[in-house]
């Protein structure tokens, strides 16, 4: 496997563990659990995580590389959960904006 593609493995599963963080916490603040409630702990629990596949994945590729796949994954992600199970809208200025994650992640794939 090339440097690059162990990075975006280990950027893709930071996103992942961050993610379902993310939607642990968000249920907890949807359904008024306090701060110390399970779902918050959980999210806590996989942010630490998600810090060290971070650390693993800088070791493969440039930070401009890891903070683009990360972020690119993070919000598709986060936008589908979000109208998914939260019945939450995306407007045209989300559709463009999730438009300019994708072309960036194109951008900064620099294949060696």
Same mark, same amino acid.
């Given at each position: 496997m090339?440097?690059f593609?162990f990075?975006?493995l280990?950027?893709?599963? @930071?996103a /992942?563990?961050?993610?379902i963080?993310?939607?642990?916490?968000? *249920?907890? =603040?949807?359904?008024?659990k306090? !701060?110390?409630?399970?779902?918050?702990?959980?999210g806590?629990?996989?942010?630490?995580t998600?810090?060290i596949?971070?650390?693993?994945?800088?070791?493969?590729? @440039?930070? /401009?590389?890891?903070?683009?796949?990360?972020?690119?994954?993070? *919000?598709? =992600?986060?936008?589908?959960?979000? !109208?998914?199970?939260?019945?939450?809208?995306?407007?045209?200025?989300?559709?463009?904006?999730?438009?300019?994650?994708?072309?960036?992640?194109v951008l900064?794939?620099?294949?060696?």
């Amino acid at each position: 496997m090339t440097h690059f593609l162990f990075g975006f493995l280990f950027a893709f599963f @930071t996103a /992942a563990f961050v993610i379902i963080g993310d939607f642990a916490i968000k *249920l907890a =603040a949807d359904g008024g659990k306090p !701060v110390w409630s399970g779902f918050v702990l959980i999210g806590m629990l996989t942010y630490a995580t998600s810090a060290i596949l971070w650390f693993y994945a800088m070791r493969h590729v @440039t930070l /401009a590389q890891a903070g683009v796949i990360y972020a690119m994954l993070t *919000l598709l =992600a986060l936008c589908v959960i979000g !109208v998914i199970w939260f019945d939450e809208r995306l407007y045209t200025r989300e559709y463009l904006g999730i438009a300019c994650a994708c072309a960036s992640m194109v951008l900064m794939a620099r294949v060696s």
